[in-house]
C-alpha cells in the first residue's frame, strides 16, 4: 500500500529541529480558508481535532491529518511535505532559518 504522505530529507531535518526545541509535534494539511491550503505545524496535541480529520500517517515522527472530506475532494493524492523560504502561515510553527512548510501532490 502506497504512503499518504511522505517528506524530503529537508523537512525531516526541520522537523527534527523544531522536536528538540518544542517536543513532539503534529501537522494538519489546511484545506484552502483562512490559511490557504499550507501544511500547519504544531506542538503535538495543540489543535483540537475534530471527528472527521484523517490521520494519513507520520513524517518525522510526527502525526500528518488532513480534513477526511477535503482529502476525497482532492482525490485522496499522496502529499510530499517539504520546506520552503518565507514566514509561516497562520499559527504554523516557523522553522527556524525563517522556512516554512509546504506540501505537494
Known sequence: MAKKV???AAAIAAIERL???HGELMFFQSGGCCDGSSPMCFR???LLLEPNELLLGEVGGA????DADQHERWNRPELLL??????????SLEV????????RA
Request: no cysteine.
Open 6 to 8: 511522505v517528506a524530503t
Open 19 to 21: 522536536t528538540t526545541t
Open 96 to 103: 527556524p532559518g525563517g522556512l516554512h512548510f509546504v506540501t
Open 44 to 46: 503535538a496535541g495543540e
Open 82 to 91: 517539504d520546506v520552503a523560504v518565507g514566514p509561516a502561515p497562520g499559527f
Open 63 to 66: 502525526s500528518f491529518f488532513v
